[in-house]
């Protein structure tokens, strides 16, 4: 992660299993609201998911899991549509790098509702994929789509 954007993982001050917390900030803008509104939602579910692993059961992480899964693939499938609108150069790359994604997930899934990770380490894998990705992989088509 890119120094301007270190300040996006927060960790609560008080508890045992202290979760890290994305947090949106406007440095993570691509410049598209629909991609922006999308990306925030992304990580206000990661914060509903860390709020169901600290108190829910297995079935309610699940779902939320399944959750985020779900919303992802529709996530992906229209930020693919727009790069393919304006003959964004690394469509191929990024298309990979979100089945890579999807499949890193779903694994996590699998995993967790197996109780063979930590609840803690599943919101912190997952919010550092959200952040990493769009800092690393989506702010590079921005200049590509935003008139300068």
Known sequence: MRPEHAILVKRPASGAE???LPQWIETLSVGVPLMDLQHRT?????????GSLEAGTSAM??????DLIEYTRFHFDAEERLMRSCNYPGLDEHQ??????????????????????ARTE?????????????????????PYIVAP
């Open 122 to 142: 599943i919101i912190e894998i997952l919010s550092k994929w959200a952040i990493h990705h769009i800092v690393d992989k989506d702010l590079a088509y921005r």
């Open 96 to 117: 990979a790098e979100h089945q890579r994604l999807i499949t890193e997930i779903q694994a996590l899934r699998w995993r967790g509702g197996n109780a063979k990770m």
């Open 61 to 66: 992480i699940e779902q939320g899991l399944d």
């Open 18 to 20: 202290a979760m890290p």
């Open 42 to 50: 992304i990580i206000d579910m990661l914060n509903r998911l860390a």
